[in-house]
């Protein structure tokens, strides 16, 4: 199921609220959690009910291995303390291996078999393992999970209709953002939380249409280009391939982001804080500073599970940079079994490192010159993470630098022909007819580059705007307008990492 789909809005939303909500009016509060396991079990299972067999056994592996890590205390004295640190050691190996291998599995195995076959010239047979949505999002989770556990000592008691809860709440539960523990378990466990308020309710309707509308009206439209520039890229000249790269830059960031905001307004909504996961990345004057706007749970994530335990900064400078080069290497192939993948997270690493050593030089940079540096980068770092392969990634590449410009085909620019402007333009200005789809591409990229690089934070206008009296009318037509531009189901790129 997908937040952008008719039954999602007008039947599992309205009736996972009234049900939470009306349970909790009632102090039944163990039924209203085990209602949003249900009911985000439920979400999960939509699209592949088998989907369910993984999520719940790894849900009752992991908690099976968080109890027995809990009740293996090592504070007492004597030989009893050394049994129970090497009992917890092994227990806690054997959790993080469960996770990282049932990742590997259904994510790596088929890219494993591949390579092996390439190299050494077998001819193993691929799996076609189907990837089960959101595993590299609740197994991140869960690995985080039991390294807190591990290092807490026996501090940390949640219920298992707690833990099932927060690894399955479904606005975070397939694309992130990448919630920790100690985030979201206490504030399901908070009882004032669990009784409707309108003033959250409201900035959750607010928030989830804002994010709604970046993923209909904007992000699906730029998909539908750059699918078609990058079906047959060696007939792409240099214009075409130049608005497919910056396509893909607006489509993977109102896509990512709209999910984001949808899922932080579906929290506020149940009077749940969900952590801010893009802070406008693309007005970013660096590429480190980027990685602090753009994903932001991804980045403290593997900041404060990889990077800090690998030493961080510190340790020697050529320390630092290893332990940053092997950060976004990992960050890379998290992102997706493929040699793409890697070389685009290595690209962030080597520009990181790159930047630390010339950061005296280029804090004296013109600011504008700075961020005109840092857009192109990630511009072309996006080629090399959507295209279909490295060579791939090079034509479009060449053809860029090939300086052969011409003009875009018409089935391309006829993408951003949506009905809603063919009116508009019939009714107020029937002249441009003949020239209203150029007219349309030129309005969408315009408008997609006003809102990264002018507009503040979603989150931050959606709690501003709830005192404003004309909020709901705007709000409701916005959402109405989103609702009918639903012409399929189009699922989220984050749904594929």
């Known amino acids: 199921m997908t937040f952008n789909s008719y039954i999602f809005i007008l039947l599992f939303l309205p009736l996972c609220l009234l049900g939470y909500f009306v349970l909790n009016q009632f102090r039944h509060y163990r039924l209203g959690l085990i209602l949003l396991i249900g009911m985000s079990l439920w979400f999960y299972g939509y699209f592949n009910p088998r989907y369910l067999n993984i999520i719940c056994s790894s849900v009752i592996v992991n908690y099976i291995v968080y109890r027995i890590l809990q009740k293996t205390p090592v504070t007492k004295q004597g030989e009893e303390v050394q049994r129970n640190r090497r009992r917890r050691k092994f227990v806690f190996i054997g959790g993080l291996v469960f996770n990282i291998g049932l990742l590997g599995y259904f994510k790596y195995m088929d890219f494993f078999i591949e390579n092996i076959n390439l190299i050494f010239r077998t001819d193993f047979a691929l799996r076609n393992i189907l990837l089960p ?94 699918n078609l520039a990058y079906a047959d890229v060696n007939a792409l000249n240099a214009t075409t391939a130049f608005f497919a790269m910056l396509a893909y830059t607006f489509q993977i960031y109102f896509d990512f982001s709209g999910y984001s905001d949808m899922a932080i307004g579906l929290g506020w909504m149940m009077n749940i804080d969900l952590p801010i996961n893009f802070d406008s990345p693309y007005k970013a004057l660096s590429v480190t500073e980027f990685w602090k706007r753009w994903h932001m749970t991804l980045t403290a994530f593997f900041t404060k599970y990889v990077y800090i335990p690998l030493g961080g900064n510190r340790k020697s400078v050529v320390r630092t940079y290893v332990n940053i080069f092997i950060v976004f290497l990992l960050s890379g192939f998290w992102h997706g079994a493929g040699w793409t993948f890697i070389l685009w997270g290595i690209m962030h690493g080597l520009t990181q490192m790159l930047e630390r050593i010339l950061k005296k030089y280029w804090l004296k940079l013109n600011p504008a010159f700075s961020w005109l540096m840092a857009f192109g980068f990630v511009n072309v770092a996006w080629i090399y993470f959507r295209a279909e392969s490295i060579t791939d990634a090079h034509i479009i590449l060449a053809k860029m630098l090939s300086f052969h410009f011409g003009a875009i085909s018409s089935e391309m620019v006829a993408v951003f022909s949506q009905p809603e402007w063919m009116l508009l333009w019939s009714k107020f200005a029937p002249g441009v007819l003949e020239t209203y789809n150029n007219i349309n591409m030129v309005l969408y990229f315009a408008v997609a580059a006003v809102m990264v690089l002018a507009f503040p934070n979603a989150k931050y206008v959606a709690e501003k705007c709830t005192s404003k009296r004309s909020t709901p009318f705007l709000v409701a037509l916005l959402l109405a307008w989103c609702i009918f531009s639903f012409t399929g189901v189009s699922t989220f790129l984050y749904f594929n990492f």
């Open 133 to 226: 949505l959101g595993i590299s999002f609740f197994t991140f989770q869960q690995l985080s999970f039991l390294v807190d556990v591990y290092k807490d000592r026996g501090g940390i008691l949640y219920s298992f209709l707690e833990y099932a809860a927060y690894v399955t709440y479904f606005p975070q539960l397939v694309a992130g953002p990448v919630v920790t523990h100690d985030v979201l378990v206490p504030q399901l466990q908070d009882e004032e939380r669990k009784h409707l308020d309108f003033n959250y309710l409201s900035k959750g309707i607010i928030l989830f249409t804002f994010g709604l509308a970046k993923k209909v009206l904007l992000a699906d439209v730029f998909g539908n280009f750059v």
